[in-house]
């Protein structure tokens, strides 16, 4: 072969071979997969190099996890990910069609189609099924009601039902929560996921999952007889250093006798006291009536004799706080973030209601809640052991998305397999208008659509040719209906609150379609050059 | 060639993922052998249940010998790789962080009922019926368990009550032992209860151990104990005034560095003199206050410990920081940073503070007088050897877990098997009741409960299938307390014998367990990556052949 002759370490594949390898590896990658779909999915145990834990039934974690080398299936997880960071969802049912189309088209390969007609009918489709999406899309009013509803729809895919419906409302909250009317200076806020802290509990079981009106720290007031507890609380966040710093140059004291030497011990303190002074002074100010109490959150250190000042003070002092929950803070509890402590008033201080430390085992929390107008807030992320909890995580981070999605699109699209239903009838009309061998394509197309309802039947533990035919039926009649995965019978997703994002599923159609083109259009796979791992590791 | 093929043989999906990387999928790979996995671990424990438990001998990774029945020091040291026994693992890690109690019923339970659900799954029953089924029976077991506690504890400060609640739990580390021990606890903990019991800290209850002597000689010191002595000869001060520096008790330094500028003799001789002056100043002053007691974090320099001495303040170094706060806590001091003269607000009192030889030991004791109440107790358990102090140790902790459990919720459900047998018939009714195939999951539940009577009389050396059967005619009867008597080897009544299990405990460990089941039976794929090769050696195999 030629190309021996420019590389004599380069490997081949050709025609036939070579699309042999792109459609057994995007199968395999469908079979690890297809399990997952849907409320009924199984869950995966990922076991890690170290020994680590990990359940999930999140297609995008488990190709996070998976360790991937076959280059098609990298390719199919790389288009997976896409998926998830513009979505948020819908990672294994991209896999799915794209598997499954590869597979129709296989059908067809195999009897003599070049490769190119079935590309040009993909490409065809997919136009046609973009416009159909847009057809089918359904505008509603966001109510409280309905976004728990698309929660609840994403979630149940992701966890058992009494901890996704739990979640759902949750996520609602905290999404509302962040979200700002637009105004006139700004025009529309897009919604900053960001302001959301989740905060990781190892503690009690996973149903204790909250959502905290306010802000969760993972560190508690330093010293140990800080109140523990502040009720009305006036939040000063700031990002100055209350220690002791050395100079940049080398200097030195010199002193004959005691005496000297306290004077200057305390000449070298007064620098940091009276900074400290400072923030007591406002705290004497603002706190006189004695209702309120005083709660200082610093990025910086805070030694322990500025703490202990403080303490004197009755203040309420954190140290080293993240930069992001610095941010977060002043969102949740209104107030100024300070780089300098020169002319303080009482509005560069955040309020809130209610401000105390948790103590878990070694580990203490300290919760800042019940703020005024909260522009972030919390979700606290509970579970008895490390494996549930990322679990939880995942989940509430892809619930999120999808809220959100549904503001960012205004419309849903009815769920529970209906689009694709009504898609493939679509596709089929479809054909009847197309001429010559790009019906085939088109029939490819349509019939890879119904993977999604199938899976979805199959892991409900139902017959699926029985159950799609069905629901086919029903369609002839005239109704959109999806399948309830309880009775393996046909109903209307509308009336069961079941709704899919519709970013989701255009991005699904476009680069399900797409890839599946590429790979289709690969006649060589050729590999060159060393591998430099496996040298290594023959030595 | 054989990169070719490399690239041909893609359609087996462990040939997608990194090499080493293992997929199992199956049946039989997965639930199956999870299952046997979870057994495995359970039956190590099993024979530890109870008062009549067996000891295991456990020599971990750093040749440390440990002598115990408390399964979860057993678990701490197995050292558990397989990923399923892990995940049950966890589940009994977070019992004892939650209640500090009932570990090993967590194992034991889920394990019991992953075997059941193995039983149903080789004859055909698909996992998600037997998942309905469980949490059907969860739900209705924390339901039922409502009407079964047969004992409140209302007053948490009442020491007969406590200590008959806490005993079943002391009993099973230390059969023998726990009236003794039982008391020793309650009493313990009644001392510093605070106001709301609900803020019960665990923490606030210390343990040394000191060897020598027997457990009969074990005491509670209303206050805080260390085994570090005093700098100077002043050994003893009663009605003492304590002042607490985390910082050292020396002249203060800058932080920056300092030199002493010296420019005549006069100066030089001077030196010395203004630094000496200087402290027995403070000293003094400290004197003045009444203060006869000095504890301090870092040093005590050699200038200060003469003054002190000289001023008969007794001057005591304690480097670890948690010990200084627990001093602070004792005598109700608030700690100073820097050695300053304190006010008033900061100093602390004691009833008395001195230095005791116990055994051999010299130990220094803070202690409060009557009047004055401690928020610290320590016990002093003496034993004849290390691992049996070790052991007291456990079942003193685990007693104190319980009285925090307690303090939050007081209800009490009848021990020694009689809960569980009642609870057991229950859920054998509510499943004859429930239609479909999640009865045949909601009746092997039940009969999971059985795992600890069973266990129990195996341990006592009875002959345990005739004693359940016993048990069950028993409440039938309407004895609901039936239980196994592991003393006169028969039934009797678990109530009158004041046995009794914390429903707080009883409750988790059965949340624990059903949760980490269900999971276990959830998972029907598993990826496992290569092992890391890390430098460290593999654990010894010792510990599963002691058992």
């Not at chain 2, 605070?194 to 606030?204: A, S």
């Given at each position: 072969m030629s190309l021996r002759q420019l590389n004599k370490n380069s490997d081949i594949a050709q025609f036939g071979q070579a699309l042999y390898i792109n459609l057994s590896a995007a199968k395999g990658l469908q079979a690890v997969l297809r399990s997952n779909l849907g409320p009924k999915g199984t869950i995966k145990m990922l076991v890690s190099g170290s020994g680590d834990i990990k359940i999930t039934k999140d297609g995008k974690v488990l190709l996070d996890e998976m360790h991937i080398t076959n280059p098609t299936a990298g390719m199919i997880a790389s288009t997976a990910s896409t998926q998830d960071r513009i979505s948020g969802d819908g990672t294994t049912s991209t896999i799915l069609i794209i598997g499954e189309l590869l597979k129709q088209a296989e059908r067809y390969l195999l009897e003599g189609v070049h490769p190119r007609i079935i590309v040009e009918a993909f490409k065809l489709c997919r136009t046609k099924a973009v416009d159909f999406l847009d057809s089918f899309k359904i505008e509603k009013e966001i109510t409280k009601e309905f976004l728990i509803e698309v929660a609840q729809t994403s979630l149940r895919t992701k966890l058992k039902q009494e901890v996704a419906d739990l979640l759902s409302e949750i996520v609602v909250n905290a999404v509302l929560t962040v979200k700002r009317e637009p105004n006139k200076k700004t025009g529309v806020i897009p919604i900053d996921l960001h302001m959301i802290e989740m905060m990781l509990m190892q503690h009690k079981l996973d149903t204790e999952t909250k959502f905290i009106d306010g802000i969760v720290l993972d560190h508690g007031p330093?010293?140990?007889?800080?109140?523990?507890r502040v009720e009305n609380a006036y939040i000063l966040t700031c990002n100055v250093s209350l220690e002791y710093e050395k100079t940049e140059i080398n200097s030195k004291f010199f002193y004959s006798t005691g005496e000297e030497r306290e004077k200057q011990v305390k000449a070298e303190r007064s620098f940091v006291n009276a900074r400290v002074q400072k923030i007591i002074d406002l705290k004497n100010e603002v706190c006189k009536d004695g209702k309120h109490g005083f709660v200082v959150v610093n990025q910086k250190g805070i030694d322990p004799e500025s703490l202990e000042l403080l303490q004197k003070a009755g203040i309420m002092g954190m140290r080293r706080a993240k930069k992001r929950n610095m941010e977060r803070l002043t969102l949740a509890c209104g107030g100024i973030p300070l780089n300098s402590l020169e002319d303080m008033t009482i509005e560069v201080l955040g309020e809130a209601g209610l401000v105390y430390e948790h103590i878990l085992g070694e580990e203490k929390f300290c919760f800042i809640e019940k703020p005024k107008k909260p522009k972030a807030c919390t979700i606290l992320i509970k579970g008895p052991n490390k494996y549930t909890i990322t679990q939880l995580k995942d989940a509430v981070r892809d619930g999120l998305r999808a809220v959100k999605n549904v503001f960012d699109d205004k419309c849903v699209i009815p769920g529970a397999g209906c689009f694709e239903l009504a898609l493939h009838r679509h596709l089929l009309e479809f054909k009847k208008s197309v001429k010559g061998k790009m019906k085939l394509g088109v029939q490819a197309f349509a019939d890879a659509m119904l993977v999604i309802p199938k899976v979805l039947v199959e892991n409900a533990g139902f017959d699926h040719q029985d159950v799609l035919i069905n629901v086919l039926e029903e369609f002839e009649k005239g109704n959109k209906v999806g399948i309830n995965l309880e009775s393996g019978e046909a109903m209307d997703p509308q009336l069961m609150g079941v709704w899919d994002n519709y970013k989701v599923k255009r991005q699904q159609l476009n680069s399900c379609s797409i890839i599946a083109s590429q790979l289709l259009l690969v006649d060589e796979v050729i590999s060159a050059g060393k591998s430099e791992k496996k040298d290594k590791m023959k030595h | 060639m054989n990169r070719q093929r490399s690239l041909a043989r893609s359609g087996n999906i462990e040939n997608l993922l990194k090499s080493g990387t293992k997929y199992l999928s199956s049946l039989e790979e997965t639930i199956i052998q999870n299952i046997d996995a979870c057994i495995d671990l359970a039956e190590l424990l099993t024979t530890s249940l109870g008062p009549n438990g067996m000891n295991k001998m456990i020599i971990n990774r750093l040749s440390k010998l440990i002598i115990t029945n408390d399964s979860s020091t057993i678990l701490k040291e197995l050292e558990v790789v397989h990923p399923a026994a892990t995940m049950i693992l966890e589940a009994a890690q977070m019992q004892e962080k939650e209640i500090g109690d009932g570990t090993n019923f967590v194992i034991v339970f889920a394990g019991e009922i992953l075997k059941q659900a193995q039983s149903l799954i080789l004859s055909g029953i698909h996992p998600v019926e037997i998942i309905d089924g469980y949490n059907k029976a969860g739900k209705e077991a924390l339901k039922y368990m409502d009407e079964l506690v047969v004992k409140t504890v209302e007053d948490v400060r009442n020491e007969e009550d406590v200590a008959s609640a806490i005993s079943a739990s002391i009993a099973s580390k230390q059969f023998g032992y726990e009236d003794f021990l039982s008391s020793l606890v309650a009493k313990a903990c009644i001392a510093i209860c605070?106001?709301?019991?609900?803020?019960?800290?665990?923490?606030?209850i210390r343990v040394v151990k000191i060897i020598g002597g027997s457990i009969y000689d074990s005491k509670i010191i209303k206050g805080f104990v260390t085994n570090r002595t005093p700098k100077g000869s002043i050994r003893k001060i009663e009605n003492a005034k304590v002042v607490c520096y985390?910082?050292?008790?020396e002249a203060s330094n800058t932080e920056t560095g300092s030199n002493v500028l010296i420019e005549s003799a006069k100066e030089l001789k001077n030196y010395t003199k203004g630094e000496e002056n200087l402290m027995e100043k403070k000293i003094k002053k400290l004197a003045e206050m009444g203060i006869n007691v000095v504890v301090s974090g870092h040093n005590i320099s050699e200038i200060a410990a003469h003054f002190l001495e000289k001023y008969g303040i007794l001057a005591l170094k304690l480097p670890s920081k948690f010990e200084m706060l627990r001093v602070c806590r004792t005598v109700r001091a608030l700690p100073l940073s820097t050695f300053v003269i304190p006010s008033e607000k900061e100093i602390g009192t004691c009833g008395s503070v001195r230095v005791e030889l116990i055994g051999g030991t010299k130990i220094t004791i803070f202690e409060q007088s009557k009047k004055n109440k401690s928020k610290l107790a320590t016990i002093i358990v003496r034993a004849a050897t290390k691992n049996v102090a070790d052991d007291i140790e456990r079942a003193i902790d685990d007693g104190v877990n319980s009285y925090r459990a307690l303090c939050k919720d007081g209800r009490l459900l009848a021990g020694g098997g009689a809960f569980e047998i009642e609870m057991s018939r229950h859920i054998q009714k509510f499943g004859e009741k429930s239609p479909g195939m999640d009865q045949y999951a909601i009746k092997k539940f039940a009969e999971g409960l059985e795992v600890v009577p069973r266990n129990l009389a195996l341990n006592a050396g009875m002959r345990a299938t005739e004693l359940i059967s016993n048990l069950y005619s028993s409440h039938e009867e309407?004895?609901?307390?039936?239980?196994?008597d592991v003393v006169n080897e028969g039934i009797c009544d678990m109530v009158k014998k004041n046995v009794f299990d914390l429903y707080q405990t009883r409750y988790w460990s059965m949340r624990l367990a059903l949760n980490v089941a269900i999971t276990i039976l959830r998972v029907d794929q598993i990826i496992m990556s290569k092992r890391a090769q890390s430098g460290i050696a593999p654990p010894p195999q010792v510990s599963r052949d002691v058992d």
């Open positions: 330093r010293h140990p007889k800080m109140p523990k | 605070p106001n709301n019991e609900k803020n019960f800290i665990v923490d606030n985390t910082g050292g008790v309407g004895k609901k307390n039936s239980g196994v």
